[in-house]
């Protein structure tokens, strides 16, 4: 029993010493996976808000459903961003599976507000689109069943080495914002009157600068225009602004009765994430900065021929002999 023992021990410290390394090789908390994360918090905040509105009229409903769908999206961001291992390129199975209904359920929420004028054309266009959507998740999670895994270093991440599928999936994606984002609430501003008309308007814009200016700073970082911690801090910064408009606009502006109570800790909330997100990010830019004057300090003394500690050293030898790269280092 006592040799028993001892084995199990060991078994049992060299699986924790296993799983250890495997934490330490794999999994970086960062700014991105931080500013992941406070967005599938502002997400599911904004949708409890709503949820916990006495008599609900539908356009409310569509509404919690859209933020509670975004906060999963958010979700695989946040696995993307952190988990930095082959299966973590199955977040986009996540991201995937629920933008589209994310960006279905929000524009249903514009064409029922503020009342459902017309529910049955409403209710058609949302079956339409969840066909269309479950559709083309369906086409996206066959393409990429069996596909090749790949690191993309201008996006940080782990993905699908299917470029086709991606492309496609974008395509509908786009589709979808311009017409829950653009097309029903410019067919709202048209049909209704008043101040409400505005606050459409207002919300409109809202979607746009939070869900259309990240997916175009999206598809430049892919190809290697811009940074891609431009994305990330766009995303981030332009979801929760957006979400504070769109919780401000309709605690103050909706049909509903609101208690004050919900209002003051919804908005706080909110607020206070804002807080944090730019607090995060002031905190990174100077252990960026911090960085980099570090590793230029430590090239200027390689360049000066000093002894550098750390493990600088060429990859790449041009042979001026040969007039040629020497890649004896990459062989070796």
């Not at 296993?18 to 997400?43: Q, R």
């Not at 409310?60 to 999206?73: D, M, Q, V």
């Not at 209904?101 to 339409?128: C, M, S, V, W």
């Not at 999670?141 to 996006?155: M, P």
């Amino acid at each position: 029993m006592v040799r028993n023992s001892k084995n199990f021990l060991k078994e049992r410290s060299i699986r924790f010493m296993g799983e250890t390394e495997f934490v330490l090789n794999n999994v970086l908390l960062n700014y991105y996976s931080f500013g992941s994360l406070l967005l599938f918090l502002t997400s599911m905040l904004v949708s409890g808000v709503f949820l916990f509105i006495n008599q609900k009229i539908s356009s409310t409903k569509h509404l919690a459903i859209g933020a509670f769908f975004l906060g999963i999206f958010q979700f695989g961001y946040a696995i993307a961003t952190f988990f930095y291992h082959p299966f973590a390129a199955y977040h986009r199975w996540i991201t995937v599976a629920f933008i589209l209904p994310a960006i279905l359920h929000i524009g249903q929420f514009i064409a029922r507000y503020p009342e459902n004028d017309f529910p049955k054309f409403n209710q058609t266009t949302t079956i339409a689109l969840w066909i269309i959507a479950l559709f083309s998740i369906g086409c996206f999670w066959f393409s990429t069943w069996n596909a090749s895994l790949k690191y993309y270093f201008t996006t940080h991440r782990w993905d699908f080495n299917t470029e086709n599928a991606n492309e496609k999936i974008a395509t509908v994606v786009f589709v979808y914002m311009f017409i829950s984002f653009l097309a029903i609430p410019i067919w709202r501003m048209i049909r209704i009157r008043g101040k409400t008309r505005w606050i459409v308007f207002t919300f409109m814009t809202s979607f746009l600068i939070g869900g259309t200016t990240p997916i175009i700073v999206n598809f430049l970082g892919n190809d290697g225009y811009i940074e891609r911690s431009i994305y990330f801090t766009s995303i981030v910064l332009l979801f929760i602004i957006a979400f504070f408009i769109i919780l401000i606009l309709y605690l103050n502006f909706s049909v509903e009765r609101t208690s004050f109570i919900l209002k003051i800790v919804g908005i706080t909330f909110v607020t206070v994430l804002i807080i944090m997100q730019v607090l995060v990010y002031i905190s990174n830019q100077d252990k960026e900065f911090e960085y980099d004057t570090l590793s230029r300090i430590r090239v200027e003394k390689a360049l000066e021929g000093e002894r550098v500690k750390g493990g600088i050293s060429y990859i790449f030898k041009w042979n001026i002999a040969e007039n040629s790269f020497d890649k004896k280092k990459i062989r070796s």
